[in-house]
């Protein structure tokens, strides 16, 4: 009875919320449907293939859930090596930076966790980098905005799955060099991509290098003011952040036809990393009394080794049911030793520290799925799921005693957090008539979490989630129009660092800037999401569309300030309920196809994304969940190809660019506590000239505007308002590509 009165809540909300949103849609059907008028436009159903051949857009109409495919050549285009970079561009997904921290993926404008990030179809283990995967070594990205019961249903705002390269139908052998720049810090790279074919047998291998040298800049003002508004202490600390570091990546893959109905397939990926990082701290008091460190020196040496395989059986029966099989492993050991030094206002050598440590992320999974047709109208999907991802850490932390310094605190804490996971699915896919399609599914989903130490208790709770799943398609009677509805249960479980009680201390430690710790008694979110979309094609390659989701959020994890024996602490804990709504308007239009060969070859794209969230234990206003993005947009125009010669150079040159803007805002914490983000702008140009088949240069030019981002904090706390403000410099990137099939 919960679930309906939950359910019927949902539809109540969603029908308020998508009203402001059909005046847009009325006005700017139209306008599209004259475009189309002018211009009118075939549609053919073309099925999505591993070799990435497929119209994706033909994907996109075809999919009964609201799915987004972005292919290859999309992603390369602007000549990215890292892949949050390629998905900034993406209509529906906002990359938030976090400077050294790196990137945040996020759908609806949540991050912390709310997307789900699959990797060829599964969920990528805690711990594991995609800044590991290049863009080079993927066919193609599918966005989904709603969940399915064939993938873990932790996907509140939604998933993205990033399929890699499959193995090459003929001989491969594909070379890229790379030379950048970013706050005049080099950066090289190299990328091999090796691949053949041999009767049944077929077998691929990537080669990666890369020398990154990396630099934060930052100011961090602070402040402590009294009931007054008189500033009681205040200093400005200049920060230096770095990082250099060496990668080698290894991503083999192999695939064997035993029979015509029988394959078995494997890939790997191994990357081993060597990095030189730390921070250098300068703090310079302003007002009031001394902080205890005026220079700070960290230095950290880091050694990583990550793995990742993957084996895959399928079998095709007569009857045209198919079995899968997959087995997976993976691994993240990280192996650090970190010295800092701390000196006081005369110069003083008052802090003396050693920490070693090391963190181990592994996991493995086994799935099973069978497909089959009931009828000519039904198809019939079941599986299961079986999987277990455990981080054991070892920090042994020990400080020499100084004269007059600060004093000493020696730890030695062994942590342990598992998360075992068992679903079951059944999914019936139903051809209702031409214009109707449906999808019913149900998914059950247990959780089992163990935390244990030797500096707290063992901690083991268990908890189940039961997710079905409607999505319905309806493509309008003498239109091409199509119409979307999903109805889904999801949900969002603690991530092992996130239950680990391990304490992550902070250099100068306050209500600003406390220590960080892990909390074992978390629950998971659970979430009921109401989706709805319109999509309207212009032509093969041109569209518009309109979509709105509406998701409540119960036992919503937020974060919580607490002082505990002499030290601030920050910690994540259960609080009640959220609701979360947006809508996002998508237009892709190519000239040529619209007005005639005789305009510019130009592609247009451009997508906004508005986004509102509410915590109700918080008290308003701004009380949005997760610092989520309010609005994200994105402007850009491609040029295809155009022969050359000009001014004596041969062969074809493109251009185009993108200007994406990210908004932050203001955002309430608790009572007591605030948060501020400053608007991200970026802008790219590139540039690819092909002087012959087999060879092109590609030129990129990043974030040409380079506005500086501003964090700030504000605690009211001990009878003082606290305030901070964290600005992190940027700069242009530059890039230059040399590629060729050998």
């Not at 660019?657 to 983000?677: Q, S, Y």
Request: proline share 4%; aromatic share 6%; charged share 25%.
């Amino acid at each position: 009875m919960k679930s309906d009165v939950v359910v019927i809540e949902i539809l109540s909300r969603a029908r308020t919320a998508l009203l402001g949103g059909l005046s847009l849609l009325w006005a700017t059907t139209v306008a599209a449907q004259a475009v189309a008028d002018a211009a009118p436009a075939s549609l053919q159903r073309v099925e999505v293939r591993g070799d990435g051949s497929a119209n994706a857009l033909s994907a996109r109409r075809e999919s009964v859930g609201a799915l987004l495919v972005v292919n290859r050549e999309e992603l390369l285009r602007q000549g990215d090596t890292r892949l949050s970079d390629a998905l900034r561009r993406v209509p529906g997904v906002s990359i938030v930076s976090e400077g050294s921290r790196g990137p945040e993926i996020r759908m609806s404008g949540l991050g912390g966790g709310y997307t789900q990030i699959l990797l060829n179809g599964e969920p990528v283990p805690p711990g594991f980098s995609l800044e590991s995967i290049s863009p080079e070594a993927i066919e193609r990205i599918e966005v989904s905005r709603s969940a399915s019961v064939e993938q873990s249903s932790q996907a509140i705002a939604g998933s993205i799955n990033i399929v890699t390269r499959s193995l090459a139908r003929q001989a491969q052998r594909d070379l890229k060099l790379g030379l950048g720049s970013v706050l005049e810090q080099p950066m090289v790279s190299a990328d091999l991509q090796l691949g053949d074919r041999a009767g049944a047998f077929s077998w691929g291998l990537g080669l990666g290098l890369a020398h990154e040298r990396q630099l934060w800049p930052m100011k961090l003002d602070q402040q402590a003011l009294d009931a007054q508004g008189a500033v009681v202490q205040a200093y400005r600390t200049d920060k230096r952040e770095f990082d250099r570091s060496n990668k080698l990546t290894l991503s083999p893959r192999a695939s064997w036809i035993l029979s015509p109905e029988q394959t078995l397939s494997t890939d790997h990926l191994l990357r081993w990393s060597r990095a030189k990082a730390g921070a250098v701290d300068d703090r310079f008091s302003i007002a009031g009394a001394l902080p205890e460190q005026a220079h700070n020196d960290l230095g950290v040496d880091i050694r990583a080794m990550q793995l990742r395989s993957r084996l895959n059986w399928s079998l095709s029966e007569a009857d045209g049911s198919k079995w899968e099989l997959k087995l997976g492993y993976t691994r993240l050991q990280r192996d650090s030793a970190a010295q800092f030094d701390g000196y006081d206002f005369d110069g003083r050598w008052i802090r003396d520290a050693q920490v070693d440590s090391l963190a181990v992320d592994q996991g493995w999974s086994l799935a099973g799925r069978h497909r089959r047709a009931l009828a000519d109208s039904h198809s019939l999907s079941t599986g299961w799921d079986a999987e277990e991802s455990r981080r054991s850490e070892d920090r042994l932390q020990h400080e020499n005693p100084l004269p007059g310094g600060l004093p000493v605190e020696n730890l030695d804490e062994v942590y342990d957090a598992r998360i075992r996971r068992l679903a079951f699915f059944v999914q019936d896919e139903i051809d209702i008539s031409k214009a109707w399609q449906a999808t019913l599914g149900l998914r059950w989903e247990a959780l089992q979490t163990i935390s244990s130490g030797n500096v707290f208790e063992t901690v083991n709770k268990r908890s189940s989630v039961l997710s079905p799943v409607l999505q319905l398609l309806w493509r309008l009677p003498e239109s091409k129009d199509q119409m979307r509805l999903g109805l889904a249960r999801s949900y969002k479980a603690p991530s092992p660092r996130e239950l680990t009680p391990r304490r992550f201390v902070a250099n100068n430690n306050s209500p600003t800037t406390p220590d960080l710790q892990g909390n074992p008694d978390l629950l998971p979110e659970l979430a009921w999401g109401l989706d709805a979309g319109w999509t309207h094609p212009l032509s093969k390659s041109s569209l518009l569309s309109l979509s709105g989701y509406l998701k409540r959020i119960e036992q919503v994890i937020v974060s919580e300030l607490i002082y505990q024996n002499g030290h601030w602490v920050e910690r994540r804990a259960n609080q009640g309920l959220a609701w979360a709504q947006g809508l996002e308007l998508e237009a892709k239009l190519s000239l040529q196809e619209l007005l005639g060969k005789a305009s510019p070859a130009l592609d247009l794209r451009a997508n906004i994304g508005l986004n509102h969230s509410r915590v109700e234990a918080v008290p308003g206003p701004d009380n949005r969940l997760a610092q989520q993005t309010p609005l994200s947009l994105n402007l850009g125009f491609d040029h295809r190809p155009v022969t050359l010669p000009l001014d004596g150079i041969e062969g074809s040159l493109s251009w185009g660019g993108n200007l994406n803007i990210t908004t932050g805002g203001a955002k309430r914490l608790a009572v007591d506590r605030w948060a501020d983000k400053s608007t991200q702008t970026v802008l790219d140009l590139y540039a690819v000239w092909k002087p012959e088949k087999q060879t092109l240069w590609r030129l990129s030019l990043a974030n040409l505007l380079h506005p500086d981002q501003v964090n700030q904090r504000r605690v009211l706390a001990e009878g003082l308002d606290h305030r901070l403000e964290e600005r992190l410099q940027t700069c242009v990137n530059m890039r230059l590509m040399w590629e060729r099939s050998l």
